[in-house]
T-cell receptor, first 115, second 114 residues
Framework: DQQVKQNSPSLSVQEGRISILNCDYTNSMFDYFLWYKKYPAEGPTFLISISSIKDKNEDGRFTVFLNKSAKHLSLHIVPSQPGDSAVYFCAASGGNTGTASKLTFGTGTRLQVTL | ETGVTQSPTHLIKTRGQQVTLRCSSQSGHNTVSWYQQALGQGPQFIFQYYREEENGRGNFPPRFSGLQFPNYSSELNVNALELDDSALYLC?????????????FGDGTRLSIL
């Protein structure tokens, strides 16, 4: 049962344009959402998070939007840069798992930013 | 500020053997979580340790066990290794078990079972 879904395995965007990565979840108990970036041979790096009491959080070029009614979140990167090329994971926590901070991850979206 | 470090980086074992993976948490962090990432998948939660006690477990069999030490470093032990245990094992640390604290990951240990 995939509780966090990233339906686009890959995305290609031109440098300078906006990258939009999407994530859907099914567990209505999730109330904290995070995005991680992963380069090959490295661990995931925390990018940005959002609590369910908000619908938007911005940090520099990165903005995360949360639509609770649709159980959908998205990460916007503006402007996209070649160094943003990586695999992006959406993760969620909360719910009656016994461990509030356990992270449930999606399968990732590979972003390629082209020149 | 020292980040999360894991050792070893790579390991090759055969079926039936036992393995111990190690993790040093980021300075100031008292909570360690372990994840298994199979090829092409997102990380899957194995268990979490907080103040030397297990604080939640994912859907992994008892042959996956762990420890946390007084300095908050941690070990993941896997007994009776199976071929499907081949994966990247990630350790993440955080401050407390408050769900609104991001977890910070090490670079992982790549375990291959022959």
């Amino acid at each position: 049962d995939q509780q966090v879904k990233q339906n686009s395995p890959s995305l290609s965007v031109q440098e300078g344009r906006i990258s939009i990565l999407n994530c859907d979840y099914t567990n209505s108990m999730f109330d904290y959402f995070l995005w991680y970036k992963k380069y090959p041979a490295e661990g995931p790096t925390f990018l940005i998070s959002i609590s369910s009491i908000k619908d938007k959080n911005e940090d520099g070029r990165f903005t995360v939007f949360l639509n609770k009614s649709a159980k959908h979140l998205s990460l916007h990167i503006v402007p996209s840069q070649p160094g943003d090329s990586a695999v992006y994971f959406c993760a969620a926590s909360g719910g009656n798992t016994g461990t509030a901070s356990k992270l449930t991850f999606g399968t990732g979206t590979r972003l390629q930013v082209t020149l | 500020e020292t980040g999360v470090t894991q050792s070893p980086t790579h390991l090759i074992k055969t079926r039936g053997q036992q393995v111990t993976l190690r993790c040093s948490s980021q300075s100031g962090h008292n909570t360690v979580s372990w994840y298994q990432q199979a090829l092409g998948q997102g990380p899957q939660f194995i268990f979490q340790y907080y103040r030397e006690e297990e604080n939640g477990r994912g859907n992994f069999p008892p042959r996956f066990s762990g420890l946390q030490f007084p300095n908050y470093s941690s070990e993941l032990n896997v007994n009776a290794l199976e071929l499907d245990d081949s994966a990247l094992y990630l350790c993440a640390s955080s401050l407390g078990v408050n769900e609104n604290q991001p977890q910070h990951f090490g670079d992982g240990t790549r375990l291959s079972i022959l």
